[in-house]
């Protein structure tokens, strides 16, 4: 029984291979060494620059930053693999907030949380965009993020994907990639370490 089956199988196969070797339109034929279920990956897909500052700002899918080289490594800081964004550990976020250039404006920390989570507490001199409201509430800062020496993004930390969205949107805004920083432990971990945070809807 196992032999016919067998015998079965190789005379179909061979059949099959001989029509379509016998096919007259090659179009239709199969080729036998393409590799047709080969689509690569997504994170690689080279991302067209945006036509305008602003452009893109609603978009919320997780994809590779835009390919600005980043320059020689001078800071702790180390890229994520698996979004692809420069990282920041909280030690160095501390020292960055107490630096007089942050106080001053020189660099920028972005809280990408909702408006009344902000409210509720964050972390000083840290603005606050919220990814949905990017497209309305970028432009308000987009000269002095472009201007920043560093910006630190953050949101609560552990499962939220709000600091990535926000990454995102700067970078499709212009704002080069090698400026931009996220800070994974977000202000979940902040407040647990008991620095001190800012209320109200001003940095």
């Not at 987009?142 to 930390?157: F, H, P, Q, S």
Request: aromatic letters at 8%; proline letters at 8%.
């Amino acid at each position: 029984m196992l032999v016919e089956m067998v015998v079965i199988v190789a005379l179909a196969v061979g059949a099959g291979l001989a029509f379509n070797a016998w096919r007259p339109d090659s179009k239709k034929r199969v080729i036998l060494n393409k590799a047709y279920f080969d689509i690569g990956s997504a994170r690689d897909a080279p991302q067209s620059a945006p036509s305008s500052p602003i452009a893109g700002l609603a978009s919320r899918a997780i994809n590779r930053p835009a390919s600005q080289p980043a320059p020689a490594d001078t800071s702790p800081a180390h890229k994520h693999p698996q979004h692809g964004w420069q990282v920041i550990a909280y030690d160095d976020l501390a020292a960055l907030a107490n630096d007089p250039n942050t106080q001053g404006g020189g660099n920028m920390i972005v809280d990408a949380r909702k408006p009344e989570l902000y409210e509720k507490g964050h972390i000083p001199w840290a603005i606050r965009i919220y990814p949905d409201y990017a497209s309305e509430e970028l432009p308000t800062y987009l000269e002095r993020l472009m201007n920043a020496d560093k910006i630190v993004v953050y949101c609560n930390g552990g499962d939220c994907e709000d600091s990535i969205f926000m990454c995102r949107e700067l970078d499709h805004a212009g704002v080069a990639y090698a400026k931009i920083f996220l800070y994974e432990g977000g202000y979940h971990e902040w407040t647990e370490k008991q620095q001190p945070t800012h209320t109200g809807s001003e940095p």
